[in-house]
């Protein structure tokens, strides 16, 4: 309800968005386009005023529709006294977890966020991409089937954000389905089955992601090891078409940030 002198505000505006089993859905947009509160009623943390919101066919507004949802925010709230192991125990006892199905669990999380050389260590010493690895391992302490990630490398060095983004992939070939906010584009290009770009409230384009990128009226070809020769009879061939035209040749173009990881990690990307 709106303050008294103040306008009703309609954060979202009739966005429909459906999320197959298994697979990662990116919602991108600018700050205020209204990503956060369509990832809060999913969760059931506000409640629509029109249309409706369900997890694998229950309410979202039903407590019970969350047991099969991990959820990790933008910036998670941690216990900094706490260790990587600890805070996992803590969120696995929430979660019923007990005795050795507990200490099993543990480990097996930080095994899969590779943080089990620092399961003894204090979060108050963890590093930024860190705390982000031990955020996920606490949203899937539940198993659940589906994660909701709100800008999950935010703020990450090249080498943690590519960390969390393989470990966004391994969770999808387990069969996860992963559904994540965020505003860096190349980030979500490189893990998303399935993007929907909203914008002031309104879902502007949606589809699946080889299907948005794709520029319909040219072709590419790449070639590798190519003469000079070869290159002048593919341009000649091309000025044969009484349609086609050569836009441009030249060297394939790597990203800052693959450069980045290739010089900083050996070439492992």
Do not use: W
């Amino acid at each position: 309800m709106p303050l008294r002198g103040q306008q009703a505000f309609r954060a979202v505006d009739d966005v429909s968005i459906q999320i197959e089993a298994g697979e990662v859905y990116g919602l991108i947009g600018p700050n205020g386009s209204g990503k956060s509160t369509t990832m809060k009623a999913l969760l059931g943390l506000v409640a629509p005023s029109s249309g409706t919101c369900s997890i694998f066919g229950k309410d979202s507004l039903k407590v019970d529709s969350r047991n099969d949802v991990g959820f990790l925010p933008e910036n998670p709230y941690f216990y900094k006294h706490l260790t990587g192991a600890e805070t996992l125990r803590f969120y696995g006892k929430l979660c019923d977890l007990r005795g050795k199905a507990l200490e099993a669990r543990v480990d097996e999380l930080l095994e899969l966020v590779d943080l089990r050389h620092a399961r003894d260590r204090r979060l108050g010493g963890y590093s930024k991409g860190m705390l982000q690895r031990i955020g996920l391992a606490q949203a899937l302490v539940q198993d659940p089937r589906l994660l909701i990630l709100d800008e999950p490398t935010a703020g990450v060095d090249p080498i943690g954000s590519r960390q969390i983004r393989d470990l966004i992939l391994q969770l999808r070939d387990r069969g996860k389905t992963v559904f994540l906010c965020s505003h860096l584009l190349e980030q979500v290009q490189e893990v998303c089955d399935h993007v929907g770009i909203i914008f002031q409230g309104k879902m502007v384009k949606e589809g699946k992601l080889d299907d948005l990128i794709a520029v319909e009226n040219q072709t590419e070809i790449i070639l590798q090891d190519a003469s000079p020769e070869l290159v002048e009879r593919i341009r000649h061939l091309i000025g044969e078409d009484a349609t086609a035209q050569l836009l441009r040749t030249g060297k394939p173009r790597t990203t800052l940030e693959r450069l980045f990881l290739q010089e900083t990690q050996g070439g492992k990307s």
